[in-house]
């Protein structure tokens, strides 16, 4: 059945742009440090990177006008709670608006491209690219769900949903320990200095783990099965 251009995003339509979406998340990844413990020009001058990465998204899905509504939709939404948490880092609102609007965002992505590695015929480099971005995307989904837990956890209970040792038990949790958090329980490292103490905490990291595991399987399998069936067909030709 062929999917319409007005509902699904073809599967040639991400070819070349890929590359810019991983490229971006790439650096989000790595520079989010230099964040922690910075006034507020920081802040918002790394929020650039998402901005980029908001218009890296939309170019990747501009030819479906359904998916391109809904990404515009929670890019805005992504980039005013992002400013407004930059503005008043102490209030838990703008917290979980923050937290609540990166979560929403990487997840709408995610499904966008598993939907071209899943609908696409021939194994590419955007291929590749389609699949690294999504698992450093499902870690940056845990990002908001974890934080959002901790801020409705502590509004609820006076208490937080995750413990870092390096900090005290009454503190707030940075969000840049909560990225370092995801990325470990992703790949299933746990090294145990950041731990979910309530059971909802505790749910979520072992969904997340449970994910990464699986993904790797599931998208190992798929990339496998694309290129035996570019390999028969090259064979056929020949013939």
Known sequence: ????????????????????????IALIQTFYPITENAP????????FLYLLQIV???????????????????????AVAAVAYA??????????????????????VIGVLLRFIFTT?????????????IYLLVGAVFVGIFGSLDVLTLQATGAHAFRDSLL??????PWQHLVYYSYITLTTVGYGDVLPVTLWARAFATLE???????????????????????VEEELRQE
């Not at 995003?9 to 490229?23: C, D, K, N, Q, S």
């Not at 990747?60 to 509504?69: I, K």
């Not at 595991?213 to 099965?225: E, H, M, N, Q, S």
Request: glycine content about 6%.
């Open 87 to 108: 503005l008043n880092q102490t209030s838990l609102l703008a917290q979980l608006g923050a937290y609540a609007a990166i979560a929403l965002y990487q997840a709408m």
């Open 56 to 78: 890296a998204g939309i170019l990747v899905v501009r030819d479906s006008p359904r998916s391109l509504a809904y990404l515009i939709g929670l890019g805005i939404l992504w």
């Open 40 to 47: 507020s020009w920081v802040l918002i001058g790394f929020q």
């Open 209 to 231: 783990a449970t994910i990464g595991v699986l993904y790797l399987t599931v998208i190992v399998a798929r990339l496998v099965g694309l290129y035996a069936s570019k390999e």
């Open 1 to 24: 059945m062929r999917l319409s251009s007005t509902t699904e995003p073809r599967p040639h339509i991400m070819h070349g742009r890929v590359i810019y979406l991983l490229a971006i």
């Open 121 to 133: 015929r021939r194994i590419d480099l955007d291929v590749i690219y389609a699949a690294c971005a």
């Open 168 to 173: 005290p038990p009454d503190a707030v949790l």
